[in-house]
């Protein structure tokens, strides 16, 4: 496996494999990697020739006062990992190599990036846009794998990726998730042990959810204010948002019919700000 820092030299290794006429499968991250990553990767290894990953801690997509700075940055321990799962090149450019000096060029969408996590995280999107299409042009990928636990994100980038006729395909897998539901993330390292145990809160009021639309309740409402029940019950949470909303849109849905529903929250626990959902069919 290839650790490589310097964009020259990734242009140039990906010059080489695209001669080749090799397939390329791309999965960007943070870093902190973790099952979930891992899944990612796997699936690629799979479906692809090349495994490229990116670890690269974006600061456009954080907030003032957001955990930038403390963002885990276990480096040794991610190679390792990456290298479990025979990746083939891990991509860790410097921040200033991806924003030089003078960095002006910003890629941001008219409505999805409003929405959901955007209310509360408002620059965040538009980040996470500018970061993956810089990737993407670097990479150039033949398929990309996203995480469904990022729902918004990943389907922020298929729009992206339409509308700006990008030549690849986006793939999105399924949350992996700790025995106890936990949705796998790098921040679950931030959480105290106490509230490590009460974590959980967020998959169990996701499925008490679910529950709820299988069974056929058809006002939002009474679903939100269920979930919102069981967040407050463990102690120290404070809830963001809890959304049902149209999978597509991701504009709220009040009464339930036929279609499908994303079941969307945010919420944090002690400091730490956690997220999940679940797509659910009515019937
Ligand atoms: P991150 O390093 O947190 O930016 O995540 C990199 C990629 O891994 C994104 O596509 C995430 O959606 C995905 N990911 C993060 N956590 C999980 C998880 N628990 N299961 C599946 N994919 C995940």
């Known amino acids: 496996m290839k ?6 030299a990734f ?10 006429g090799l397939s390329i499968g791309f999965v960007p991250t943070m870093g902190a990697l973790h099952k979930g990553h891992l899944s990612l990767m796997r699936r690629a290894r799979r479906e692809t020739d090349i495994v490229v990953v990116s670890i690269f801690v974006n600061p456009i997509q954080f907030g003032p006062q957001e955990d930038f700075k403390q963002y885990p940055r276990p480096f040794r321990h991610d190679i390792t990992l990456a290298q479990s799962v025979n990746a083939d090149l891990v991509f860790c450019p410097a921040t200033r190599a991806i924003y030089p000096p003078g ?3 910003i890629i941001n969408q008219s409505h999805l990036p409003a929405k959901l996590c955007g209310r509360s995280r408002p620059a965040h999107f538009q980040g996470v846009m500018t970061v993956v299409a810089k990737l993407f042009n670097l990479v150039q990928p033949d398929t990309a794998y996203f995480g469904q636990k990022d729902y918004q994100q990943a389907l922020i980038i298929k729009q992206m990726v339409r509308e700006l006729n990008m030549n690849l ?3 999105t897998l399924p949350t992996v998730r700790e025995e106890d539901g936990l949705a796998m993330s790098s921040r679950n390292a931030y959480l105290k042990p106490e509230e490590r145990q009460y974590a959980p809160c967020l998959y169990r009021a996701l499925s008490r959810g679910k529950t709820l639309i299988k069974r056929g309740e058809k006002s939002a409402k009474k679903i939100i204010s269920t979930m919102r029940r069981i967040i407050q019950n463990a102690p120290n949470t404070r809830i963001d948002y809890i959304a049902l909303v149209d999978p597509e849109t991701l504009t709220d849905i009040k009464r339930l019919g036929q279609q499908k529903v ?5 919420v944090h626990v002690g400091t730490t700000r956690l997220i999940d ?4 069919m009515p019937k």
């Open 11 to 20: 242009k140039k290794r990906i010059a080489a494999i695209k001669q080749r």
């Open 277 to 280: 959902n679940m797509l659910v």
């Open 262 to 266: 994303l079941i969307a929250l945010a």
């Open 3 to 8: 650790i490589i820092r310097s964009i020259r």
């Open 169 to 171: 395909r986006i793939k």
């Open 103 to 105: 960095f002006q060029t």
